[in-house]
């Protein structure tokens, strides 16, 4: 994995905030990526951002000694069911030749009090952060062992060892996502596949809904990418399998 380029790429959730920043680093990198999300609109509007970058960044370095930047393709899914994220695997192997990297990130944050959250809240909150990477990594794993290894990246959270009030849903289900990925790592090590979980604190996103008003002490989308692709670089003897990302100087109080 030292030389990214040509390889291939699912990312859920790649449509924007910190999805889009992996899908947009992978690309730069000749990495060909399937993004996927729930929503058209973000998906276009992903595609024709990344479509004026690549332009614009082709002509600013034309005639110099610069690898290609690889392809993004986007398609819709919803990682709760298993049949769309099947699809979207057999979309990435079909569109680009294999499935060499996954990259788990869509995920869902809805915040109240256990007595305040009704029972549908909590059900698309784990099938969404949870059984929504376990249907990506059941359907990855054939497609990763025929490549005779690969990466399984999932994005994870502080929130899932730091809990706090109004956050059980999400917390609950980072928590499961960290001890999902602690298991699987270890049970296809030896495919060749490593997996670790990334576990970012604050991020300046529309996760949030407040996105720019951060006031600079918050993680950027492009910090956390740029965690992925040093995970990404590393030789293939070893494995960071778990990365915790924080704010150097988070607000006080």
């Known amino acids: ?122 059900r698309e909150t784990i099938d969404t952060n949870l059984t929504g990477v376990f249907n990506a990594c059941h359907a990855a794993i054939p497609e990763l062992r025929r490549r005779g290894g690969g990466w399984i990246i999932n994005i994870s959270s502080l929130a899932g060892k730091n809990s706090f009030p109004g956050a059980a849903a999400y917390c609950a289900s980072k928590a499961g996502l960290n001890a999902f990925s602690e298991a699987l790592m270890q049970e296809v090590r030896y495919d060749g596949i490593r997996v670790s979980y990334v576990m970012p604190g604050s991020v300046d996103t529309e996760f949030s809904g407040d996105a720019g008003t951060g006031g600079g002490w918050k993680l950027g989308a492009g910090d956390v990418a740029a965690v992925v692709l040093d995970l990404l670089d590393h030789h293939a003897r070893s494995l960071p399998s778990r990365v915790e990302i924080r704010p150097s100087q988070p607000k006080k109080g």
């Open 1 to 122: 994995m030292n030389d990214l380029f040509g390889k291939c790429a699912l990312v859920t959730g790649g449509s924007r905030g910190i999805g889009f920043a992996i899908a947009r680093a992978l690309v730069g990198r000749g990495v060909n990526v399937l993004a996927t999300g729930r929503q058209e609109e973000h998906l276009a509007k992903a595609s024709e951002l990344l479509a004026g970058e690549l332009t614009s960044a082709t002509g600013a370095q034309a005639g110099k000694d610069r690898p290609p930047a690889g392809r993004l393709e986007t398609m819709a899914a919803d990682v709760r069911d298993y049949e769309q994220v099947r699809r979207a695997v057999r979309t990435t192997v079909d569109r680009f030749g294999g499935l060499d990297i996954l990259i788990n990130n869509a995920g869902l944050g809805i915040f109240r009090n256990v007595a305040d959250l009704s029972v549908e809240q909590w």
